[in-house]
């Protein structure tokens, strides 16, 4: 019977509340996962969704009970688990059917596959999918890569489920190949250095301030009802007044300080560093749950160090409290101009043209760094055709000139007070390295040209020179 109009294989917890959310709008789609006890189990929980699912027992009865030209999403994981996948399915898809990856994969593995499939008559799509699980079942920001033909037959299904920002849906073809899964990354890049920037101003309310977590949960509330509204805040105020049901402790109070990673974050820094794009915030965020993860190694320096332990003075809470809302906005918009400078970079380096306007529209909702901010974000890039770095967009000069005092306060108080702040004080080392305009890079061509003779450009006439070195180099 190849009646449904989808296919999904997969069926971990993105999976599932995919193909519930795609059933809910109306479609029949077939599901299967490897371990048939998985879909058992997906299938007894379907509730009345039921009626628009059709399990698949083998892939052979999956593919089947498809009606072609069959799209068949992915929610696998990334990496070698996709390759296999498409080997199998290459053996049993037809000509025209549709492979849609909609992992955290790397784009180099999609343009990889890509390039695998030309000529195999399969239609292959890289799509990055973002909210996790309430987003997969309620509506993701979905990041489309591939040929806009392709697209064209899997745009109604894919809009349909999407998240809505005013009634838009936050799904968009964004260029071919790679392009959608490029854009997941650097997403979850700038995901990194939010959630770290929070961490930081969440240490600063904690070791310098000296509040619990559910007044500094206050603090979030409030602030989510200003400019730093975005689901990511909205959560943080909701973890730090959760408390433990075990120890009646707070919940964040039991956690081990040791961050995970599967990989995105690490590849926007590669890829930023490949092209020669700072995102300065993001490699921070990076390395700062890198280091996180090396509890042991930090459990021995804090006692070899114990004698540089001072008592920490950071003033006034209230006004304290005022500034880092507005340093946090700042860093902020740091990591954002170059999580979108990276784009821009790489949008010429693969010839994809992304349509930055739209990646920041269809952010606003659905996804882990969904804000009002990426409304503002959309605007400047609508009305600045060619933006070289929303730095210099004139609404973010008006936000950065209101916001950096703060962040220089605190990045300063911080460092004063050894309250570690990795993201928000190289934002600002960004910011004020960006605005200006002779910096000290001189001395490092003379270094080089002393050293190596790799000859600098002179202010005052054009051409390579060496400089009066004599015998040394
Ligand atoms: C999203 C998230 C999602 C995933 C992260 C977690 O946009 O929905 O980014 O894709 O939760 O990749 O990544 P880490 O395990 O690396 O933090």
């Known amino acids: 019977m190849s009646n449904a109009e989808i296919g999904l294989i ?44 059709l399990p698949g027992k083998t892939l052979e009865e999956f593919i089947a009970s498809i009606r072609p030209p069959r799209p068949v999403i992915l929610m696998v994981n990334a990496g070698a688990p996709v390759d296999e996948q498409i080997v199998v399915l290459r053996k049993l898809m037809a000509s025209d059917d549709i492979i849609i990856d909609a992992g955290n994969a790397n784009f180099r593995d999609t343009m990889r596959r890509f390039k695998e499939l030309e000529g195999s008559g399969l239609t292959y799509i890289g799509m990055g999918v973002s909210g996790g699980e309430e987003g997969a079942r309620h509506g993701p920001s979905i990041m489309v890569g591939g040929s806009p033909e ?183 918009i740091a990591a954002y101009a170059q999580g979108f400078a990276v784009l821009e970079a790489a949008s010429k380096e693969f010839s994809w043209n992304l349509p930055m306007s739209t990646i920041a529209r269809i952010w606003r909702a659905g996804c882990i760094i969904r804000s009002q901010f990426l409304d503002t974000i959309a605007t400047a890039y609508e009305e600045n055709n060619g933006l070289a770095s929303l730095l210099v967009a004139p609404a973010f000069v008006t936000m950065m000139q209101a916001a950096t005092p703060a962040l220089r306060h605190i990045v300063a108080r911080g460092a004063q007070d050894a309250l570690p702040l990795p993201a928000l004080s190289s934002a600002l080392s960004y910011f004020d390295s960006y605005r200006q305009a002779c910096g000290t890079a001189n001395l490092i061509q003379a270094q080089r040209d002393y050293f190596g003779a790799h000859g600098f450009e002179r202010l005052d006439s054009p051409g390579e020179f060496h400089g009066p070195w004599g015998g040394i180099q």
């Open 10 to 53: 997969g069926l971990g917890t993105m999976g599932s509340n995919l193909a519930l959310n795609i059933a809910e709008k109306g479609n029949r789609i077939a599901v299967f996962n490897r371990s048939p006890d998985k879909t058992d189990a997906f299938m007894a929980a379907a509730g009345n969704l039921k009626g628009h699912l």
């Open 150 to 332: 392709s697209y064209a037959r899997v745009e109604k299904v894919l809009t349909a489920i999407a998240a809505r920002y005013n009634d838009e849906p936050c799904c968009a073809w964004l260029g071919p190949n790679g392009a959608g899964h490029f854009v997941k990354t650097i997403h979850n890049g700038i995901e990194y250095a939010d959630m770290q920037m929070i961490a930081e101003i969440y240490g600063v309310l904690r070791d310098g301030v000296g509040l619990a977590p559910k007044a500094i949960g206050e603090v979030f509330a409030k602030w989510n009802k200003g400019k730093l509204n975005s689901y990511l805040i909205e959560i943080t105020a909701a973890v730090l007044k959760a408390d433990d049901p075990k120890t009646g402790k707070p919940m964040v109070d039991v956690i081990v300080d040791s961050a995970g990673q599967k990989g995105t974050g690490r590849w926007s820094v590669i890829e930023s560093q490949m092209m020669g794009i700072p995102a300065t915030a993001i490699e921070a965020a990076v390395a700062a749950r890198s280091l996180s993860a090396m509890r042991a190694e930090r459990a021995i320096a804090e006692n070899l160090y114990a004698k540089l332990n001072k008592a920490r003075s950071l003033g006034d809470p209230n006004s304290l409290i005022d500034k880092l809302e507005h340093a946090l906005f700042a860093g902020k």
